[in-house]
T-cell receptor, first 113, second 114 residues
Framework: GQQLNQSPQSMFIQEGEDVSMNCTSS?????WLWYKQEPGEGPVLLIA?????ELTSNGRLTAQFGITRKDSFLNISASIPSDVGIYFC?????????????FGKGTKLSVKP | SAVISQKPSRDICQRGTSLTIQCQVD?????MFWYRQQPGQSLTLIAT?????????ESGFVIDKFPISRPNLTFSTLTVSNMSPEDSSIYLC???????????FGEGSWLTVV
C-alpha cells in the first residue's frame, strides 16, 4: 500500500543535540500525526496537526504541517537519552472510510550520553 | 485520549493453530482498526473493524485468514488463523475516540509462531 517517505532512516546523536526528521508524500493529507515507539510497546501519540501551516509544540518537541499538505517535520530540541526510540509519521486523509492512517517507515533515534 | 487494553500481550504459538486477540477501549470510539507490524518494519493496516457488520479489509488481507469481530463500540477481536512463521508480528489495535480527530494505539500483541 501507499507509504510516506520518512527521513532520515536512523540517527545517532550526542545528548543535548537537536534532532530533525521529516515526511513527504505525493498525496494531500488532512491530518498529520507523529508517534514514538519504544521497544516492547505500541506507538504513543506525540503531536497531532490539523491545519496546513500549523506549528505545534509539546515540550521539547515541535512539529509542523506543511503548507502544501504533503509534508510534515518533527524537531526535538536538546535531546536526552530517553528520547531513544523509533519515530513514525502518519497521514490521514479524512474520517469515515478515509480514516485509516498511512505510515512512514520510521526514524530510529539513538542518543549517546 | 483512550486507554486501550489488548490481550494477550505476548504469545508463542504452534504452526497451524489460530489465536484470537482482544481489544477493549475505556471510552466510546468511532472507529477501530487492526494493524500489523512485522519485525523491524512500519505499521500496515489489516482492516477497519465495523460495528455489527463485516470488517473492511485492505489489499492483501482476507477474512478467512484474519476474521474480525466488533460486537459493540468499545470491543473488537482479531483472529490470526492457521498461523505460519510468517505471521510472527506485532498486532496492534487502534481507535479514533469520539470527538477527537486522532488515532490511539494499544500496546500490541506480540506473536511468535514456531
Amino acid at each position: 500500500g501507499q507509504q510516506l517517505n520518512q527521513s532520515p532512516q536512523s540517527m545517532f546523536i550526542q545528548e543535548g543535540e537537536d534532532v530533525s526528521m521529516n515526511c513527504t508524500s505525493s498525496s494531500i493529507f488532512n491530518t498529520w500525526l507523529w508517534y514514538k515507539q519504544e521497544p516492547g510497546e505500541g506507538p504513543v501519540l506525540l503531536i497531532a496537526l490539523y491545519k496546513a501551516g500549523e506549528l505545534t509544540s509539546n515540550g521539547r518537541l515541535t512539529a509542523q504541517f506543511g503548507i502544501t499538505r504533503k509534508d510534515s517535520f518533527l524537531n526535538i530540541s536538546a535531546s536526552i537519552p530517553s528520547d531513544v526510540g523509533i519515530y513514525f509519521c502518519a497521514g490521514r486523509k479524512g474520517g469515515g472510510s478515509q480514516g485509516n492512517l498511512i505510515f512512514g517507515k520510521g526514524t530510529k533515534l539513538s542518543v549517546k550520553p | 485520549s483512550a486507554v486501550i487494553s489488548q490481550k494477550p500481550s505476548r504469545d508463542i504459538c504452534q504452526r497451524g493453530t489460530s489465536l484470537t486477540i482482544q481489544c477493549q477501549v475505556d471510552s466510546q470510539v468511532t472507529m477501530m482498526f487492526w494493524y500489523r507490524q512485522q519485525p523491524g518494519q512500519s505499521l500496515t493496516l489489516i482492516a477497519t473493524a465495523n460495528q455489527g457488520s463485516e470488517a473492511t479489509y485492505e489489499s492483501g488481507f482476507v477474512i478467512d485468514k484474519f476474521p474480525i469481530s466488533r460486537p459493540n463500540l468499545t470491543f473488537s477481536t482479531l483472529t490470526v488463523s492457521n498461523m505460519s512463521p510468517e505471521d510472527s508480528s506485532i498486532y496492534l489495535c487502534s481507535v479514533e475516540v469520539w470527538g477527537l480527530d486522532t488515532i490511539y494505539f494499544g500496546e500490541g500483541s506480540w506473536l511468535t509462531v514456531v
